[in-house]
T-cell receptor, first 113, second 115 residues
Framework: AQTVTQSQPEMSVQEAETVTLSCTYD???????LFWYKQPPSRQMILVIR??????QNATENRFSVNFQKAAKSFSLKISDSQLGDAAMYFC??????????FGKGTRLSVIA | NAGVMQNPRHLVRRRGQEARLRCSPM?????VYWYRQLPEEGLKFMVY????????ESGMPKERFSAEFPKEGPSILRIQQVVRGDSAAYFC?????????????FGAGTRLSVL
C-alpha cells in the first residue's frame, strides 16, 4: 500500500523569505501523480501544484515549486517570497489515474510578519 | 462553472441519529470520492463512486456507513446511528471521467458534530 510521510508537523517562515516543506512517499508503481494541497482556516482544500511522475522536470506555479526526486521518492514544496496568505496546513498527496488520493498528515505553516 | 458543492456545511446530530451528507460534483464530472478528516489529521479515503456504481469502498467502515451516487442528483454519504467518534470533517472531491491525471477538486466539506 502507498504511504505518504510529512516529517515536519509545523514550520514557520518570515514574510518574503523562502521555506521548504518535506514529503516522502512509498509506492511500487512507476506511473503516478503527486500533489500539494493547501488548507487554510476555512478548511477548503486548494490544489497548489501537481507533478507527473514520468516527467523529470520539476513543476512550478508562480511562487510555488517542487523538488521531485523519483529515485529517493521525495517530493518537497518550496514557497518563495512567502506571504501572510500562505499560512495554512499543507498536505502532500499521492495518486494514480482516477484512484483515491493518499494524504500525509500535513505541515502547519506559519508566516511571521 | 460551479465547483464541488457540499451541504450542509455544518451538521449537528445526537448519538443514535442519522447523518446525511450531500455532494454535487463539478459539472461534467462523473467520479466522486469521499474523504474523512479527523482533527489534526490528513484526509483519509472512504469511498469512490461513479454514477450508480461503487468502485472502491475499502476505506469505509462496514457498519453504519453507506454511500450512493444515483443517476440523477447528488452523491449521498449516510451515517446511521452516529457515535461521538464520527465527529469529523467529511470532504467530497470530483474528477472528470478519463482524466488520468487524477485532478480531484474538493468541496468545502461538511463538519459533523455528534453530541
Amino acid at each position: 500500500a502507498q504511504t505518504v510521510t510529512q516529517s515536519q508537523p509545523e514550520m514557520s517562515v518570515q514574510e518574503a523569505e523562502t521555506v521548504t516543506l518535506s514529503c516522502t512517499y512509498d509506492t511500487s508503481e512507476s506511473d503516478y501523480y503527486l500533489f500539494w494541497y493547501k488548507q487554510p482556516p476555512s478548511r477548503q482544500m486548494i490544489l497548489v501544484i501537481r507533478q507527473e511522475a514520468y516527467k523529470q522536470q520539476n513543476a512550478t506555479e508562480n511562487r510555488f515549486s517542487v523538488n521531485f526526486q523519483k529515485a529517493a521518492k521525495s517530493f518537497s514544496l518550496k514557497i518563495s517570497d512567502s506571504q501572510l496568505g500562505d499560512a495554512a496546513m499543507y498536505f502532500c498527496a499521492y495518486g494514480g489515474g482516477n484512484t483515491p488520493l493518499v494524504f500525509g498528515k500535513g505541515t502547519r505553516l506559519s508566516v511571521i510578519a | 462553472n460551479a465547483g464541488v458543492m457540499q451541504n450542509p456545511r455544518h451538521l449537528v446530530r445526537r448519538r443514535g441519529q442519522e447523518a446525511r451528507l450531500r455532494c454535487s460534483p463539478m459539472k461534467g464530472h462523473s467520479h466522486v470520492y469521499w474523504y474523512r478528516q479527523l482533527p489534526e489529521e490528513g484526509l483519509k479515503f472512504m469511498v469512490y463512486l461513479q454514477k450508480e456504481n461503487i468502485i472502491d469502498e475499502s476505506g469505509m467502515p462496514k457498519e453504519r456507513f453507506s454511500a450512493e451516487f444515483p443517476k440523477e442528483g447528488p452523491s449521498i454519504l449516510r451515517i446511521q446511528q452516529v457515535v461521538r467518534g464520527d465527529s469529523a470533517a467529511y470532504f467530497c472531491a470530483s474528477s472528470h471521467w478519463g482524466d488520468h491525471q487524477n485532478i480531484q477538486y474538493f468541496g468545502a466539506g461538511t463538519r459533523l458534530s455528534v453530541l
